[in-house]
């Protein structure tokens, strides 16, 4: 896991963490709007944008290392701690293991319940066939409007798919 950081670090410290499929340039315009009154660390997720060499595990890891992060970096607690999707089921873990670690919680569209599929042998397949199309401009066209990514974002989100 990576971290990004923007503003003055003496100001309360927001954590942002993106989605699956995503990076930290997701909240660059939020970043642009809030760094001027807030110390932003927009995370990057392992195996997701500059660190997709490094395989995800599972969102119990990654929730593991954010906290140990704030441990080292923010001496136990933030002001701030949101995510969105697979970010919002990470913030999710580590409010279960420390409730007092943030004083504000942020959590959009996480996947509680998880999907179950006919079978391992179809999970597999869909997966292969999606992570083909990412690697397609077409197809990651389409997905790109349908998470609402702006324009000015797409040859980054483009870029981190064919990775």
């Known amino acids: 896991m990576l971290f990004t950081e923007k503003g003055d670090k003496s100001l309360p410290t927001i954590i942002l963490l993106h989605g699956n499929g995503l990076s930290d340039w997701s909240w660059d315009r939020v ?30 890891d990654s929730a593991d290392k ?52 006919p079978s391992s042998t179809m999970n597999s397949l869909s997966f292969k066939v999606a992570y083909k ?13 349908s998470l609402n990514i702006p324009k000015e974002l797409y040859d980054k989100f483009f870029e981190d798919n064919k990775k």
Request: hydrophobic share 40%; proline share 3%; with cysteine.
């Open 31 to 60: 970043v642009k709007e809030l760094q001027e009154e807030y110390h932003i660390v927009t995370p990057i997720i392992d195996g997701h944008g500059e660190d997709f060499e490094t395989e995800f595990t599972s969102i119990e």
């Open 66 to 117: 954010l906290i140990q992060y704030i441990d080292r970096y923010q001496y136990g607690k933030v002001f701030a701690i949101g995510g969105c999707t697979l970010g919002a089921q990470i913030v999710i873990d580590i409010l279960s293991k420390r409730n007092d670690i943030a004083q504000y919680a942020i959590i959009e569209s996480p996947l509680i319940y998880p999907i179950k599929l």
């Open 133 to 145: 199309l990412a690697k397609k401009s077409w197809f990651a066209k389409l997905q790109a409007k």
